[in-house]
Structures are given as structure tokens and as C-alpha cells.
């Protein structure tokens, strides 16, 4: 991006993971009364005709506006152009199981990283017809509104939230260590089933932290975004700086209880082999 066209070349970028965001939306009201096709990608890892809809809903336009750019979209795997610097991180509906089941908490969430950093993203959840977005140095905001995250001082009145992978692994085992410690000394614990959501609470500041192993680029990239554009901070779980493609376990929150989360959290981690070590 060369400096004069990179502003207006940045909110073309925004304004349109916005869209598309909605966009994706829509096709999921818009299906989400028939039955669901489900196939199993794993035992408990399921995908359905309406993720694979709005994929191709998001995809459509973002080829329409920005051909040249590279995609990583959850279900259809990566588009490269090795010449592009940009690069559109997708999850076409975040909360699968959630949405099989009619729970409602999933979301749709586009993100956009140039250079592997993350530039704009939007999370759209359809059942409140809320519209997450952030652009970087822009601030973070809720259908048009400024958000921040909570101001909340202390662990004692704090509500978290997690979420847990499809497979019961020793992260998860470390995980359910972890929930069981830090219940007694929050306010709360919640489980929604929807990290990307999880993120966009945290931003305007309906979670005061969140925390997971074992994520996947495209349920970060969006929300990492909106969590520091809303004043939040997002780390790696053992503190290391947040990188979209290579971190996959992440502590965020406002900055006392990111703290606060970090100090209770790293002791669980020592002799544990995470893929990315602290
Ligand atoms: C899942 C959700 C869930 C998280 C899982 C993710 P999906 O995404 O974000 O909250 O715990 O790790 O894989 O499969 O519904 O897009
Ligand atoms: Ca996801
Ligand atoms: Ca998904």
C-alpha cells in the first residue's frame, strides 16, 4: 500500500468486510428456517450447507471488489496470490453447533491482515442484527456507536468467558484445570460456543476477558482487531505478543483483567508442550 492510496484503499477495505459480513448474514437468516445439511469434518466437528452458502456469499464479494487479494476462508482453504500483501481471513459462520442446534450465538466474522498484520475486520451476529467493526488506529465500534471494553477493576467482578476445541486433548484436560480455578475468583464463567462473539463482547465490554487454546486464524482475526481498537489488550496465554497466522492460544481483556488473567493463567502452563511455547 504506498501512502497516499493506502487511507482511501483501507476504507474501501473496511466498508467491504462490512458487507460482506452482512451479506453472509442474511444468507443465513435466509436459510436457517429449512433443515440443515450436515456433514462431519470430525466426530463432533460439523459443517453445514449454510456455512459453505455464506462462504461463498462473502467470497462473491470480496473477488467482485478486490480480485487480486488473497483469501483463508474456513471451509474452502486458502486462495493465494503470492503477489498480494493483503490477505481476507473468513469464517463464514462462527458458533457451528450453536447454530445446528438453534442456540443462538454464532456470528459471521471477515477479517483483512496486510503484511500478516490485522487492518480492518467486521463481526456480524444475525439473531440481533449487530454489527461489529474495527479499522486499525480507527477505533471499534457497534453499528456505527464507539465501543470500549469494560473498565471493570478487578478479577472479583469480572466475567469471563472460554471456549473449548472438538477434541478432548491435554489442552483441553488444562483447560478445564484452568475454569475450575478461575470460577471462584470471577464473578462468572461463560461458555457461548462462539469465539469470534466472545472477542466482539470483550470489545464493547459485555465480558471483561476471554481466554482459549487451540484457535484457528479465522476465529481471531476480526475480533483480535475490534479487542485493541476498543481499547482491550490480546496476547498470546503466556503473555508472548498476538500474531494472527502462528498464535493459536490467546488471553485478552481490558488491560487490568488481561493482567490479572495472565498472572493466574501462566502458572497452569508450566511443563505443559503447547505447540507455541511460553
Ligand atoms: C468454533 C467456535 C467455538 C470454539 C471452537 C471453534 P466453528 O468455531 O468458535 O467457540 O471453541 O474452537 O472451532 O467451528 O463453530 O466455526
Ligand atoms: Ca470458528
Ligand atoms: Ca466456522
Redesign the pocket.
Known amino acids: 500500500m504506498t501512502a497516499p492510496d493506502s487511507i482511501l484503499q483501507l476504507n474501501d477495505i473496511y466498508l467491504t468486510t462490512q458487507r460482506a459480513a452482512k451479506s453472509a448474514g442474511s444468507t443465513i437468516r435466509r436459510l436457517s428456517g429449512s433443515p440443515r445439511k450436515i456433514d462431519y469434518k470430525r466426530t463432533r466437528?460439523?459443517?453445514t450447507n449454510v456455512?459453505r452458502a455464506a462462504e461463498q456469499t462473502i467470497i462473491e464479494i470480496i473477488q467482485s471488489r478486490f480480485p487480486q487479494h488473497s483469501i483463508l476462508a474456513?471451509e474452502r482453504g486458502e486462495i493465494h496470490n503470492p503477489d498480494s500483501e493483503f490477505e481476507w481471513i473468513i469464517?463464514p459462520?462462527?458458533?457451528?453447533?450453536?447454530?445446528v442446534h438453534h442456540f443462538p450465538a454464532?456470528c459471521v466474522s471477515v477479517g483483512v491482515a496486510y503484511q500478516g498484520e490485522m487492518v480492518a475486520g467486521s463481526i456480524y451476529d444475525p439473531i440481533r442484527d449487530e454489527l461489529f467493526h474495527a479499522k486499525k488506529g480507527g477505533g471499534a465500534f457497534r453499528n456505527g456507536q464507539q465501543i470500549r471494553v469494560s473498565d471493570t477493576p478487578d478479577l472479583g467482578k469480572a466475567l469471563l468467558a472460554t471456549?473449548?476445541?472438538?477434541i478432548n486433548d491435554e489442552l483441553f484436560e488444562l483447560n478445564m484445570r484452568i475454569w475450575v480455578s478461575l470460577y471462584g475468583q470471577t464473578q462468572g464463567l461463560r461458555?457461548?460456543?462462539?469465539?469470534?462473539?466472545?472477542l466482539a463482547m470483550v470489545a464493547c465490554g459485555r465480558l471483561d476477558g476471554f481466554w482459549?487454546f487451540?484457535?484457528?486464524p479465522?476465529?481471531l482475526a476480526a475480533g483480535t482487531l475490534l479487542v485493541q481498537e476498543a481499547g482491550g489488550m490480546v496476547t498470546a496465554i503466556c503473555g508472548e505478543s498476538f500474531q494472527v497466522n502462528t498464535v493459536p492460544h490467546i488471553i485478552t481483556g481490558n488491560p487490568t483483567i488481561h493482567q490479572a488473567m495472565l498472572e493466574r493463567i501462566v502458572p497452569y502452563l508450566k511443563g505443559v508442550e503447547l505447540d507455541k511455547p511460553c
Open positions: 466437528d460439523m459443517v456455512d474456513e469464517d459462520l462462527d458458533g457451528t453447533t450453536n447454530f454464532y471456549g473449548f476445541p472438538y461458555r457461548a460456543g462462539s469465539a469470534a462473539l466472545d482459549e487451540s484457535l484457528n479465522w476465529d
